[in-house]
């Protein structure tokens, strides 16, 4: 019998082993495997029944009719947003995260409120029913229709599921389940690929809905072969540090509404509450006539979403001074400081230097360049940016601020908070018809100075 290895991370196969993969680089995840493994699940993907009878008919497409109830909501308006406005029907979705970050904890509210009106399965590969049963306890969760089941193989999964026909099915995690067929351990690329591909089958022909929890690896990434993302209907990712309370969705793949939306919660004893108005919550514990702190307006999705940026500049002793930053990137960090060196003429090679998003945010939006850029400049200086300031925009290489999108829903935002002092690109005044009062345009860096 020939054997292959395996890489658990990537699906990466070879005929001898390594002991750092080729293609992704993970050391020790070369696992050996019996070549016979790969042909028997090829040869039970074929066997097993995926789709019946009655959709394996080609069909014109106006035949197929279009539910209005093809959507039903989770009770919790923060994790529908993020879905594209709730579970659809017969849909696959995993979502993936940090251990204790809240996956399960989120799960079980949310078959609180859908178990008021529909069955529920809730498998579990690795708690026990009382275990369950006790964190449901303190959750209050309570509801008739929640089944458990305490189960590892696939086909009793697979049995228990078209036994008692639920409309939501709760796998918790992925990286427990195993196909009996499969001689490789649970976990494994090919135990993770085979075992999926059923629940999905078994998903499409009932019109039932999956919410497959997945494990992440040392690097962040879901647990598994990439094909595991392809072969679901929407990638959820559970963000959050264990330090702060707040936690947040974000979608890396949804065919069924936008990747753009972000679900913001709030961890507590009594589970996770969704954040209404990040805003307010972000900035209620922020100091005002402080150096090195300046608010910004980013969008997240179709929200606006006023964050705070802080800056510590201090002298160094070292030859090689630091960069530290968290919550933005580190290159676009190293690009504000080299523009503000060349085109201001300020010295931040003689001081360390670190940067933070208040609340464990994390911005990809360009938008707060502009923002960074003060606060650097203000904890260089030492003069507190004006406490009712906010600033957006995009710093170029050139020090020109340049304009950004979605202006307008981001200065109605700032106003709402209550900032006098906008601070937006020039560029973007033509598309703010009426809303120019309490607004200071600036061409560039050079601009912002008038601040200080």
Known sequence: MKQIFVCDECGYESAKWYGKCPTCGSWNSLKEMSLDDGKKSKKTVSAKKTISKENSKAAPIGSFELSESIRFSTGIGEFDRVLGGGIVKGSVVLLSGEPGVGKSTLLLQICEYVGKDKKILYVSGEESGSQIKLRAARLGVDTGNLLLLCENNVDSIIGEIDCNAPEIVIIDSIQTVYDPEISSSPGSVTQVRQSTFRLIGNAKENDRAIIIVGHV??????????????????????????????????????????????????????????????????????????????????????????????????????????????????????????VLEKRLG???????????????????????????????????????????????????????????????????????????????????????????????????????????
């Open 217 to 338: 690896n040392k690097d962040g990434n879901i647990a598994g072969p990439k094909i595991l993302e392809h072969m679901v209907d929407a990638v959820l990712h559970f963000e959050g540090d264990k330090q702060h309370t707040h936690r947040i969705i974000r979608a890396a793949k949804n065919r069924f509404g936008s990747t753009n939306e972000v679900g913001i919660f709030d961890m507590s004893d009594d589970g996770l509450s969704a954040v209404e108005n990040p805003s307010e919550a972000l900035m209620a514990q922020r100091l005002k006539g402080v150096s090195g702190f300046c608010p910004v307006c980013t969008v997240e999705g179709t929200r606006p979403i006023i964050a705070e940026i802080q800056a510590l500049v201090t002298p160094t002793y070292f030859p090689s001074p630091r960069r530290t930053s968290a919550g933005i990137d580190y290159n676009r960090l190293n690009l504000i400081l080299a």
């Open 346 to 452: 300020l010295r931040f090679s003689t001081h360390d230097v670190y940067v933070n998003v208040a609340g464990g945010i994390r911005l990809d939006d360009p938008s707060a360049d502009l923002a960074v850029a003060l606060a650097l400049i203000s904890s260089l200086k030492d003069i507190p940016v004006p406490d009712d300031a906010v600033a957006m925009g995009e710093v170029g290489l050139g020090g020109e601020c340049r304009s950004v999108s979605a202006i307008d829903m981001r200065v109605r935002e700032a106003k709402k908070l209550g900032f006098n002092q906008i601070i937006v690109p020039q560029s973007s005044i033509s598309r703010l018809k009426g809303q120019t009062d309490n607004l200071m345009a600036v061409r560039g860096i050079f601009d912002t100075l008038k601040l200080f």
